[in-house]
């Protein structure tokens, strides 16, 4: 009995042993870190799209596949050229970061699969920056709102994008390349800009400071007016008749000589 079930045993090691070495590769999965996974089974449903296999090894039915996602945030460049609303043609440097929604990519996978960037993401970006470019001046792209337009580029991709399980980070327009000559005419009027707003600023400086002036001068007059009304002849000729009093009680040797006017003050002579 024995040696009879050692050959099965042996012929079971090695059935199991052929199993391993032919489908070992699709059974065993190992999930990286910054990746997630869905199951596919041939013959138990299809797509498990609700649940999500995080990062480490799997071991699977050799039948079933699973599907591992990316789902760390990218950064990607576009190069467009776009019309901007008075016609003229405009190339820009877009650049956008984005991302599967890592906990629907069961979803994502059933719906668009990997090739969600150049099926979904890219030509959402596109048709959004040029309808929003559309309705702007170059000189507006160039220098004064080009925040503005890519913050609105930014709000109405993400709407566009989110409902199909993907999530923009943020968009930025990297380069702005305008006709020479739109640009050379562009910074002319700029430069002009400039140094209007800097000759209105020296305008205004000048008028505040002879508004300054003007309120300095007025507060002197005043000032003068109210010292001419209050210190009169009769007011000097007693304060200096207090002046002479408090010098001859001092013990310094002086003469004192008395004016020979009613209006004169007495003088003091000598004194060591």
């Not at 079933?64 to 016609?87: P, R």
């Not at 205004?204 to 009169?232: L, M, P």
């Not at 002849?233 to 304060?239: D, G, H, R, S, T």
């Amino acid at each position: 009995m024995e040696n009879q079930g050692l050959p099965k045993a042996m012929i079971m090691g090695i059935v199991g042993l052929i199993f391993v070495v032919m489908f070992g590769s699709s059974m065993f999965v190992t999930i990286d870190s910054g990746e997630k996974g869905v199951l596919f089974k041939k013959f138990g449903g299809g797509l498990e799209k609700e649940i999500v296999y995080g990062q480490g090894f799997h071991m699977i039915a050799p039948w079933n596949d699973m599907f591992v996602y990316d789902v760390k945030l990218k950064d990607t460049f576009e190069k467009m050229e776009v019309l901007s609303k008075n016609g003229l043609s405009i190339k820009i440097d877009l650049s956008f970061r984005y991302q599967p929604v890592a906990d629907s990519i069961g979803y994502l996978h059933d719906g668009i699969g990997k090739n969600f960037l150049e099926s979904i993401i890219k030509p959402e970006i596109r048709s959004v920056t040029r309808e929003v470019i559309g309705n702007y001046l170059p000189e507006e792209l160039y220098s004064t709102k080009r925040e503005a337009i890519e913050d609105e580029i930014y709000a109405l991709t993400k709407i566009n994008i989110e409902a199909k399980y993907l999530r923009l980070d943020a968009i930025l327009i990297r380069d702005v390349t305008l006709p020479t000559t739109l640009r050379t005419a562009i910074e002319q009027k700029l430069k002009q800009e400039q140094e209007s707003l800097e000759y209105e600023f020296k305008i205004d400086k000048a008028r505040k400071e002879a508004e300054r002036k003007e309120i300095e001068a007025n507060g002197i007059a005043k000032f003068q007016k109210i010292v001419n009304r209050t210190i009169t002849p009769q007011l000097l000729k007693w304060k200096g008749v207090e002046a002479t009093q408090e010098i001859a009680k001092s013990q310094n040797a002086k003469v004192i000589v008395i004016g020979n006017g009613d209006g004169d003050l007495p003088i003091i002579l000598g004194g060591e």
